[in-house]
């Protein structure tokens, strides 16, 4: 990619992208995160609500049940969100973490390949990176595989081709991941989807001048909200918004501390129910077999910048 400059912070996102997008767009893969991101936008666009709870019953864990508020899909939504969307409703109204296991993880690869298409069609990409990176490791183990063919005929040993051919595999898969590349729009994006990432990490009133720019505000808080799921940064969002965001989002249903709200408890069962929740709706049940898709993906871990990977190339 060519050279476009030092890393300047951006205080939205390029090209009014997603948060889904912009996870994708920083690693050039579709992270665990980036679908419970996509989860979080259509909460916000009014499609879904959640509830939070505790399961298990010795060790327990926070997680959270769906409930699909019965908004049609409108034109406002991009591939993946109409085709996320229209998974949940396979679940009924309720949807819970097996609901997700079972309707949603078996087609994962319909949203990830939307994800794809979706920088494609900004320009960013020729191809989807996707299919770029599955090509290479394609190709290159049929190469190692003619060459441990041959090299087999000559020698007429077995045990240094099957050596030499792991080692060919070990050594061209990583070097096939890197070889999606982003065309001279998709390298400005990329650079500004890591400032606006910067701008989430420090957006904290006493270390960011940033109100002049923009009105921090309940909206703003949820506009940018996935965009923060999605860099692993809820917690550094949250806590901009500390004086400022003093009632829970209308999607959010949460019994809380006597009454009352706190964001920071918020980010922190955010946190929660992203694991749990993202986990679901990325591995299928086993009886799926292999059809789930869902290799690939990065798991563990949280939002926040201990947890969730604090940054968009790193996992949940």
């Known amino acids: 990619d060519a050279r476009t400059g030092p890393i300047a912070v951006q205080f939205e996102p390029p090209d009014g992208l997603t948060g889904p997008e912009c996870g994708t767009m920083l690693d050039e893969k579709v992270d665990t995160r980036d679908i419970v991101a996509g989860l979080v936008e259509l909460a916000v666009k009014g499609y879904l609500t959640f509830h939070p709870r505790e399961e298990g019953l010795v ?26 969307l229209s998974l949940l409703k396979k679940c009924g109204k309720l949807v819970t973490s097996t609901d997700l296991s079972t309707h949603v993880a078996p087609s994962i690869h319909t949203l990830k390949g939307a994800l794809y298409n979706a920088l494609v069609s900004h320009g960013y990409y020729k191809k989807s990176p996707n299919s770029v990176r599955g090509w290479w490791i394609f190709g290159s183990i049929v190469v190692i595989g003619v060459l441990g063919f041959l090299a087999l005929a000559i020698t007429g040993e077995l045990l240094p081709s099957i050596i030499g051919g792991i080692l060919g595999v070990i050594i061209a898969i990583p070097f096939a991941m890197q070889m999606p590349k982003r065309t001279k729009a998709g390298t400005v994006a990329h650079r500004n989807v890591r400032g606006f990432e910067e701008f989430i990490r420090r957006a904290r009133l006493n270390e960011l001048d940033w109100m002049q720019k923009k009105q921090p505000d309940a909206l703003m808080f949820e506009e940018y909200l996935p965009h923060a799921v999605a860099f692993g940064l809820v917690s550094e969002w949250s806590r901009a918004f500390d004086d400022i965001v003093k009632e829970p989002p209308s999607w959010y249903h949460h019994s809380g501390h006597y ?22 709706a990325t591995t299928p049940p086993r009886s799926s077999g292999s059809s789930g898709g869902s290799s690939g993906f990065s798991s563990g871990g949280g939002f926040s910048g201990g947890g969730f990977g604090g940054g968009g190339g790193g996992s949940w």
Request: avoid cysteine; aromatic fraction near 10%.
């Open 59 to 84: 060790f327990k864990k926070r997680t959270a049940d769906m409930r699909l508020t019965g908004k049609e899909a409108d034109a406002s939504l991009n591939e993946f969100q109409r085709d996320l």
């Open 259 to 280: 009454g009352h709200f706190y964001l920071h408890d918020f980010a922190s069962d955010m946190n929660d129910i992203g694991r749990s929740v993202g986990s679901a």
